[in-house]
């Protein structure tokens, strides 16, 4: 292993990694050790053009630029002398040429490397008298992506990306020299299930998305770590928000989830957390049959007392739980628990399927199936055939998933049912069967851990707090349990103390609970296989 | 489709020479320039599937070197050298004279379609200039009235 | 428009007025193929290396590197086929020999090449033809189809069991594939844009495998090196540059044209005595000495010996020999202008200081031209050059840096006189 000092830092670096790549792997780079990039990313391969990441090396006569300089061991770096200096100004300057100077009205504005890098390290005036390049503006590169071409400082960090992420390829250099110019071909369009991760990576103003463009100043939000719920594979995001509002998804790194990329189906649905059609009122299904509001408390007030009847008449077999895999393991165990103390063990849990791709979507549509499987949910189809069958009277519901196509088809099933108790983020057919209606909080409105269809158990926290009267599944049933007198559900609900009792109850889950995981996730103790809905490790 | 059979088997001969496929994209750029004069974006497209490219992989390369054209030319072309050697000897000059002798300036086409007049950096004729390439001849040590007469004897 | 062949002539150029030399008979008759015989049946890879090394030949295409350490650099055991890449992609302003050394002696090249390959183990050569020499291609084709024929290339050359294939390729129009890396990108049917170092050609070049690129003048020196010997060559030349080169004069002089000589030779030699000085008894004001991005001299320098190690003393370089010759009557603000010009249209475009400095060069040399330059112009263009030297991928960024350097160093005057007559002085000086 070689060893490398930087500005007298002394780190080993693994052999074959360039002194950039060296220092990020140390975690070092742009977090104690300084050298300003743009050419260069983590994930995509080296281009070597910027000219931006010259350092001094020892033994070498010139300037080396640090994402492609192999680590030698003994090699001794320098980051912060005159030269480089001199060299990191050159190189700003230059880029500056031609730069629109547009930041009043680019949406890149606070979160753009053009601007950190040229107040860091850039001349702190313009030298220049000659005109600026005209170029397009606002040019409509595809279905997600507006793009710049007078602030493009090509980089090709995107041409890049869609030649080896995505492999789609649509993005090009035409021309030479300072014609240089970034384009698609003439009639295509940048188009790909991962087109917009090139606004995050482009540094600039160049590149942006159409759904952000313009929605706020980058500076008034707050980067909240978080995890994408689309699919099984919970891509690490940060939910920016402001004003209690949730305005993009931006990928986090995560090298072992989702690099630093996420597709563009997930990072669009931050959008179902602020939908128009979140349900947000308690509702008890009232003596002319029509749903009633209510506060929570009475509607779970009136769940137990429902439940608590059929329970004392019938036995505790004709209540059923359908767990969602949108839930949180947390939300999932307290319904475990529940169902347990009631005696049942009819459950099972729904999660939808669909298309998959090599990269990064997976097919099960859901952020926690896995761990839902974890703790024991399994295949739903044997309940939804007892329930077909008469077998069941009550059914405690995550979600309204279970009305796809693939499952019951429709309501029918479940209008025959003497109770129906909802607990869901959205609207749904399913509050017409319904006889109590709780709205639910969304994984960005509460504190929990979903796992991911790795095992990696992963968190998430409060990013926005809704507007009205809402509750994480796991305190509606944790309420529900205490309504009912359950043993095992004593006192206020803390979703802290539910967390750490994970690894206690559940043997697959050891080790692990909100804050153990961290914001990079931890993988489960053991595995449960994606393909086994029925196996459950306890 | 709009590079010929004929093309298209010669564009085969040189992929059959080459270690890879895409080592012979320039001579088939060159083979679909001679045969039909430009290279269109329809022409790109279909180089592009043959060659296994993205369209704008070829793009890219068309609008890179100065021999592909992306446009329609003149049915000839005149390129006079003006860098610094023969320049050095009136070549700036002389490329005036022929832009008011056909009536268009340097990079445009006569309106006759006949010929695209333009300018190239050295061609490695420094000692006989000035000089023009006309459609990939040399013709050398020119003066006004010999660059016209080659020009004019142009159909 | 026939070729004009050196008006001096050594070794390299001594037949080319002949025009039987360019087929492969004329060529044997005159004693060609007989280096590369002796090498393969005589020599081993090693050996023609180490001749190589001792004859202190250096490469002719501008950077000056020695050859037999080149060809030492290629791998030894690897498993992959190796390749040669003449570079013919002669683009060099002021530079025109390689043109006639395709034109006028093809197989001297083609059994420059061979050697090489039998040194260097290699089983094919791309030669690389600007686009625009579709004529000295040709030739180059006819005489590669000819020994083709003749067995001297393909499965067993020269019946000696060793296989090569050589395949003439065409360029498309841009200086920056005179870039051996910017040249293999183009080999693989890219943009010209050169590759970032390392990996090294040696290591990973043409198509991904182990590479070298030679300039076509210096693989026609290797048979005459092979037959006559190491001592012979070191005849030529000074101690540390031996060997002839063909300089290329242009520019204000009376006989402008080629000539083959010694390296060594003096600058004014050259352009006094060689070709003849400026005609109608102008005065010389400056001459580049090595191509466009060298350095210029001024008059008063011209008593320099044309060899790298008395060059770099008056801060400038061999080059491709490409001499130019202005006269008293020169501006050397267009000259700024034509050079910035050239750089700025030919820069590929990755890397920002070349993008960017060349056109902002070029944009101030032409203000400076027009009389709306500024006296901290000046300086200006010595700062963006600072930052452009030595910063980039390739050396392309500092051939365009240089001239700048040298045109401000010698000429500062002309510079100076435009800034403060808010004209251009020279109304004699050629038309921009």
Redesign the interface.
């Known amino acids: 292993m070689p060893r490398i000092t930087v500005d007298g830092v002394e780190l080993e670096a693994s052999a074959g990694r360039t002194v950039l790549q060296a220092l990020d792997d140390a975690g070092l780079l742009m977090n104690g050790i300084e050298i300003p990039h743009y050419c260069w990313h983590p994930k995509l391969s080296i281009d070597g053009s910027c000219r931006l990441c010259q350092v001094e090396i020892e033994g070498f006569p010139k300037l080396q630029i640090a994402c492609n300089t192999p680590v030698k061991d003994g090699m001794v770096i320098h980051t912060r002398t005159e030269r480089v200096k001199r060299a990191r100004e050159g190189v700003m300057e230059l880029l500056l040429i031609h730069h629109p100077l547009d930041c009043p009205i680019c949406d890149k504005a606070g979160e753009c490397k053009l601007q950190d890098y040229a107040f860091d390290h850039g001349l702190k005036h313009a030298r220049t008298v000659e005109p600026r390049r005209a170029r397009k503006k606002r040019v409509d590169l595809g279905p997600t992506i507006v793009f710049d071409q007078e602030r493009c400082i090509l980089c090709r960090r995107c041409v890049r990306f869609c030649r080896e992420v995505p492999k789609t390829g649509e993005l090009g250099v035409f021309d030479r020299g300072e014609r240089s110019v970034l384009e698609t071909f003439p009639g295509l369009r940048l188009e790909n299930d991962y087109s917009m991760n090139v606004a995050d990576i482009c540094p600039v103003g160049a590149l942006t998305t159409k759904d952000f463009r313009f929605k706020i100043r980058v500076w008034f939000l707050d980067d909240v770590p978080g995890v994408c719920t689309g699919c099984a594979n919970g891509c690490n995001v940060f939910l920016g928000t402001a004003s209690n509002k949730v305005y993009r998804y931006l990928p986090r790194r995560n090298d072992a989830v989702n690099e630093t990329w996420i597709c563009d189906a997930g990072r669009l649905s931050y959008k179902e957390i602020g939908a128009a059609d979140r349900l947000r009122e308690s509702a008890v299904r009232g003596e002319g049959g029509r749903l009633e509001p209510a506060s929570a408390q009475d509607a779970i007030a009136r769940a137990a007392a429902r439940i608590r009847r059929l329970v004392d008449s019938k036995g505790p077999g004709v209540v059923a739980g359908l767990a969602s895999a949108h839930a949180t393991n947390e939300d999932l165990a307290v319904f475990k628990r529940l169902l347990e103390a009631l005696g049942t063990e009819s459950a099972g849990l729904v999660t939808l399927r669909g298309a998959a791709d090599a990269l990064l979507v997976k097919e099960e549509k859901a952020a926690n199936a896995t761990g839902a499987r974890a703790l024991g949910f399994g295949d739903p189809r044997p309940l939804l055939e007892r329930i077909r069958g008469g077998g069941i009277d009550a059914l405690l519901v995550m979600g309204h998933d279970v009305l796809d196509p693939s499952l019951l088809g429709g309501t029918e099933a479940l209008a025959r049912l003497d109770t129906v108790v909802l607990m869901d983020t959205h609207h749904s057919d399913l509050e017409r069967v319904a006889h109590v209606v709780l709205p639910a909080r969304h994984a960005a409105e509460k504190l929990g851990t979903l796992t991911n269809f790795a095992g990696r158990v992963q968190r998430v926290r409060p990013a926005v707090e809704p507007a009205w009267e809402a509750l994480a599944e796991a305190e509606i049933l944790w309420r529900l349990g205490v309504a009912l007198g359950l043993a095992g559900f004593e006192g206020r609900f803390d979703a802290r103390a539910v967390s750490k009792e994970l690894g206690q109850r559940w043997p697959a889950f050891a080790g692990i609970d909100w804050e153990s995981v961290g914001d990079d996730g931890r993988l489960l103790a053991t595995l449960v296989a994606g393909g086994s809905p029925a196996a459950g490790t306890r | 489709m709009v590079i010929s059979a004929e093309t298209r088997a010669k564009i085969e001969t040189e992929i059959a020479k080459v270690p890879q496929k895409r080592g012979a994209l320039l001579a088939a750029l060159h083979l679909v320039q001679a045969e039909l004069g430009h290279v269109s974006l329809e022409t790109a497209r279909e180089l592009a599937e043959l060659f296994e490219l993205k369209p704008v992989d070829v793009q890219e390369v068309v609008t890179f070197y100065n021999m592909f054209y992306d446009r329609p030319q003149g049915r000839h072309h005149a390129y006079v050298c003006t860098n610094l050697p023969c320049s050095l000897r009136g070549a700036r000059t002389l490329l005036k004279q022929l832009e008011a002798h056909l009536g268009v300036e340097a990079g445009e086409t006569t309106a006759d379609g006949r010929i695209t007049l333009g300018h190239e950096e050295c061609l490695g004729a420094c000692a006989y200039a000035p000089m023009m390439r006309v459609d990939g001849v040399y013709h050398e040590d020119l003066d006004l009235a010999k660059a016209k007469q080659i020009l004019d004897g142009l159909k | ?1 026939g070729l ?1 062949v050196p008006y001096v002539t050594s070794y390299l150029s001594e037949h080319f007025a002949d025009d039987e030399f360019g087929a492969l008979q004329g060529y044997e008759r005159r004693g060609g193929y007989q280096a590369a015989k002796k090498a393969l049946r005589e020599m081993t890879p090693e050996q023609v290396i180490e001749l190589v090394k001792t004859s202190g030949l250096q490469g002719r295409g501008g950077a000056g590197f020695p050859t037999g350490m080149k060809w030492s650099f290629m791998p030894k055991d690897t498993p992959k ?1 190796k390749y040669l890449v003449c570079n013919a992609d ?7 020999k ?2 006639i050394l395709l034109e006028r002696g093809p197989h001297q090249l083609l059994e420059g090449i061979l050697i090489g390959a039998w040194a260097t183990g290699a089983s ?1 050569t791309f030669v690389y033809v ?6 000295p291609a040709a030739e180059l084709q006819r005489a590669v189809d000819e020994a083709y024929a003749k067995g001297y290339l393909g499965r067993n050359v020269m019946r000696s069991g060793f296989q090569h294939d050589v ?1 003439v ?8 594939c005179g870039e051996e890396t910017g040249l293999l990108e ?7 844009q050169p590759r ?1 170092k ?1 990996p090294f050609p040696a290591e990973y070049g ?2 991904g ?1 182990p590479t070298t690129v030679n300039n076509v003048e210096t693989f026609c020196h290797v048979p005459h090196i092979v037959s006559k010997g190491a001592d012979w060559f070191r005849s030529f030349g000074t101690e540390k540059s031996p060997g002839s080169t063909i300089f ?5 002089v009376v006989r ?3 000539y083959e000589l010694p390296l060594g030779t003096r600058l004014d030699e050259i352009v006094f005595e060689h070709a003849g000085g400026v005609p109608d008894g102008r005065k010389i004001k400056g001459v ?1 000495p090595g191509g ?1 991005s060298m350095p210029i001299l001024p008059a008063g320098q011209l008593d320099v010996p044309m060899a790298n190690e008395f060059l770099r003393e008056r801060k400038t370089m061999l080059g491709t020999g ?1 001499v ?3 006269d008293e009557t ?1 501006c050397m603000v267009r ?1 700024g202008c ?2 910035g010009w ?1 750089f ?10 070349c ?6 060069i070029h ?2 040399m032409q ?1 400076i031209e027009r009389g709306a330059g500024t006296r901290e112009d000046l300086d ?1 263009l010595l700062d ?1 050059a ?3 030297e ?4 390739c050396a392309f960024a500092d051939a365009a840096a240089w001239p700048v350097q040298g045109l401000l160093r010698h000429f500062r005057e002309d510079f100076e006189t435009h800034v403060r007559e808010r004209k251009c002085p020279f109304p004699a000086s ?3």
């Open positions: 428009m004009k086929p002669e683009s060099e302003p002021g530079s025109f390689d043109r094919r600007r686009g625009e020499y579709a004529q395949l390729v065409r360029g498309a129009g841009a200086y920056i183009s080999l693989e049917g890219k943009k010209g970032k390392p043409a198509f495998m290329g004069v242009s520019g204000h402008p044209g080629l580049i466009m490409g130019m010759v202005m020169t000259v034509v050079i050239f700025r249209d030919e820069s590929c475009g990755q890397c920002t200081q993008r960017e400095g060349t056109g902002w944009k101030i203000r200006l963006i600072s930052k452009m030595g910063q980039t991928i050629f038309e921009l």
